[in-house]
């Protein structure tokens, strides 16, 4: 369950980080960065599937974690457009 629950996370938040999916799901970041990157032994088997219906995760865990990483992108780029400024101003 845990493979397909991870299949399903990237799929779907394709934003989360592989910690974050690890900690969904109780995975590994190895498995995650291999399924993410269809290199997975098994991947041709694999069949996305609903941690929330495995009972891996709740879906108030899931947003949480999507609403932490949209934080974080959205950090990002304010961080990025700071240092253009700072640029162009030199």
Do not use: F, H, M
């Not at 369950?1 to 900690?23: C, F, H, M």
């Not at 970041?29 to 269809?38: A, F, G, H, M, P």
């Not at 950090?75 to 253009?84: H, M, N, R, V």
Request: overall charge positive; hydrophobic content about 30%.
């Amino acid at each position: 369950d845990r493979p397909e629950a991870v299949l399903w996370l990237t799929k779907n938040y394709p934003q989360l980080s592989d910690g974050q999916i690890v900690k969904l799901v109780g995975s590994t970041k190895n498995t995650v960065s291999l399924i993410r990157n269809k290199r997975y032994w098994n991947s041709s088997n694999l069949s996305a599937k609903d941690p929330v219906y495995s009972s891996l995760c709740t879906q108030i865990e899931i947003q949480d974690a999507v609403d932490k990483a949209e934080r974080k992108i959205a950090k990002k780029k304010k961080q990025i457009e700071k240092e253009k400024k700072l640029k162009l101003q030199s």
